[in-house]
C-alpha cells in the first residue's frame, strides 16, 4: 500500500532564506508525486508534479521539487521564500499504473517570519 | 472561472440530522472526489467516482454516501451526522489518469454538535 511522511509537520524560517520540506513515499509500484499549497481558508492547489523524466520538477511561484527513487523522496525546495509563501504545504502519491486514489501526506506548516 | 464549486461554505448541524454536500465542476473532467480534512491527518478519501455512473469507497467511507448526479456533479450525504463527522470536506476532480493532478474546490467547514 501507499503511504508518505512529510518529515515536519511545522518550518519556520526567515524571508529571503531557503526552504526544503521534506516528503518520503513508500510504494510497490511506479508513482506519480504531486505537491499541493493550501492557503488559509482554501482549497488545494497544484504546485509542481512530477510523472517521469527528468527528476528535478519546477512548478508554479519559485518552487522545484527532486524525485530521488533510491532515497523515495520528493523534497520540495524554494531558494528563497516571501511573506506570502506562508501556507500549508501537501505532498501527495498516485499510482502509476492507472488507480484513481491519491495519498496525501499530513501536511507542513511553512511559516515566513519578517 | 472554471474550476470546482463546492456549497454551503459553512454549515451546523446537531447529531442525528442529515445534510447533502453539493460539487460541480466545469472542466470536463471524468473524476471526482470527496475528502475530508482533520488536523494533523492530512487529507483522507471518503469516496470518489472514477466516470460517470461509477462511485467507489475510499479510506473513510463509513457515515457516507455519494451520488454522481451526470458527469458535472458529484454529492455527498451524510443520513445521520455525528460529532466525529465535524471536519473540513473538500471535492476535486480530475482529468484523464492520475498523472493530470487534482482541482479541488474552497471547501465546505461542518460543524456537528
Known amino acids: 500500500a501507499q503511504s508518505v511522511t512529510q518529515l515536519d509537520s511545522q518550518v519556520p524560517v526567515f524571508e529571503e532564506a531557503p526552504v526544503e520540506l521534506r516528503c518520503n513515499y513508500s510504494?510497490?509500484?511506479?508513482?506519480?508525486l504531486f505537491w499541493y499549497v493550501q492557503y488559509p481558508n482554501q482549497g488545494l492547489q497544484l504546485l509542481l508534479k512530477y510523472l517521469s523524466g527528468s527528476t528535478l520538477v519546477k512548478g508554479i511561484n519559485g518552487f522545484e521539487a527532486e524525485f530521488n527513487k533510491s532515497q523515495t523522496s520528493f523534497h520540495l525546495r524554494k531558494p528563497s521564500v516571501h511573506i506570502s509563501d506562508t501556507a500549508e504545504y501537501f505532498c501527495?502519491?498516485?499510482?502509476?499504473?492507472?488507480?484513481?486514489?491519491?495519498?496525501f501526506g499530513a501536511g507542513t506548516r511553512l511559516f515566513v517570519k519578517a | 472561472n472554471a474550476g470546482v464549486t463546492q456549497t454551503p461554505k459553512f454549515q451546523v448541524l446537531k447529531t442525528g440530522q442529515s445534510m447533502t454536500l453539493q460539487c460541480a465542476q466545469d472542466?470536463?473532467?471524468?473524476?471526482m472526489y470527496w475528502y475530508r480534512q482533520d488536523p494533523g491527518m492530512g487529507l483522507r478519501l471518503i469516496y470518489y467516482?472514477?466516470?460517470?455512473?461509477?462511485?467507489d469507497k475510499g479510506e473513510v467511507p463509513n457515515g457516507y454516501n455519494v451520488s454522481r448526479l451526470n458527469k458535472r456533479e458529484f454529492s455527498l450525504r451524510l443520513e445521520s451526522a455525528a460529532p466525529s463527522q465535524t471536519s473540513v470536506y473538500f471535492c476535486?476532480?480530475?482529468?484523464?489518469?492520475?498523472?493530470?493532478?487534482?482541482?479541488f474546490g474552497s471547501g465546505t467547514r461542518l460543524t456537528v454538535v
Open positions: 467516482s472514477a466516470s460517470e455512473g461509477t462511485t
Open positions: 510504494s510497490s509500484v511506479s508513482v506519480y
Open positions: 476535486a476532480s480530475s482529468g484523464p489518469g492520475q498523472g493530470y493532478g487534482y482541482t
Open positions: 472542466m470536463n473532467h471524468n473524476s
Open positions: 501527495a502519491v498516485s499510482d502509476g499504473g492507472g488507480g484513481f486514489k491519491t495519498i
